[in-house]
């Protein structure tokens, strides 16, 4: 029974690759792509969005949407959400693992990996862009359905808590142009969106949701 013990006490979890990170990286890639593709099928139906309602003022089921699809889309949408929640922590733990089992000898490597988990850290998205309304200070600068933001402003992934956060900048940065960092079909962009009165509502004349956390 004791050598029993011994051997479990003294199992070694299995290594963690470059290759097991790049993986993980994909499948990432992959899941964000699902839900971009979610999104733009809700932006034509009437650009109902994750939150618009799917019955009319007298509480019929409106006509104008394909309700199966939409109610579909925005399930499929929650699930991979919480998928890339999850992929993103297997990333981090890979990232790690990979450092632990590192070498002293192996300082170039270590650098290299320090720098992808830095870049995992610190450019997550927090935010996803779920609707813009077109004519909008959001559509002008060129912020479109789809684009994970992951600065916004002051707010980063670092420091991000909640929507709020978000909205607390555009109150306090009226006519003055805002730096926005986001992730759109794999690619960095970078744009320069300043909240002012338009026809609409609101500074922005956009939605958005949390991605993850």
């Given at each position: 029974m004791k050598m029993t013990e011994v051997t479990l006490n003294n199992a070694?979890?299995?290594?963690?690759?470059?290759?097991?990170?790049?993986?993980?990286?994909?499948?990432?890639?992959?899941?964000?792509?699902?839900?971009?593709?979610?999104?733009?099928?809700?932006?034509t139906q009437e650009g109902v969005g994750?939150?618009?309602?799917?019955?009319?003022?007298?509480?019929?089921?409106?006509a104008d949407v394909d309700l199966y699809q939409v109610r579909s889309a925005?399930?499929?949408?929650?699930c991979l959400q919480n998928d890339h929640k999850a992929v993103?922590?297997?990333?981090?733990?890979?990232?790690?693992?990979?450092?632990?089992?590192a070498r002293v000898g192996q300082a170039k490597d270590e650098t290299k990996m320090e720098t992808t988990e830095q870049t995992v850290s610190l450019q997550s998205p927090f935010a996803l862009v779920d609707a813009v309304t077109q004519g909008s200070p959001a559509f002008?600068?060129?912020?479109?359905?789809?684009?994970?933001?992951?600065?916004?402003?002051?707010?980063?992934?670092?420091?991000?808590?909640?929507?709020r956060d978000i909205a607390s900048v555009v109150q306090h940065s009226e006519g003055k142009s805002l730096r926005?960092?986001?992730?759109?079909?794999?690619?960095?962009?970078?744009?320069?969106?300043?909240?002012?009165?338009?026809?609409?509502?609101?500074?922005?004349?956009?939605?958005?949701?949390?991605?993850?956390?």
């Open positions: 070694v979890e299995p290594s963690v690759t470059e290759e097991d990170v790049r993986l993980l990286m994909k499948r990432k890639d992959d899941i964000e792509e699902q839900i971009k593709a979610y999104y733009d099928m809700l932006q994750t939150d618009g309602p799917l019955v009319d003022v007298e509480g019929f089921p409106r925005r399930h499929s949408i929650s993103m922590v297997e990333i981090e733990e890979a990232l790690h693992k990979l450092h632990a089992t002008q600068a060129g912020l479109r359905v789809g684009d994970e933001i992951m600065e916004f402003g002051s707010v980063n992934t670092q420091n991000f808590r909640n929507l926005v960092g986001m992730f759109r079909n794999g690619q960095e962009v970078h744009l320069n969106l300043t909240p002012q009165h338009w026809s609409g509502r609101g500074l922005l004349g956009c939605n958005l949701v949390p991605l993850h956390r």
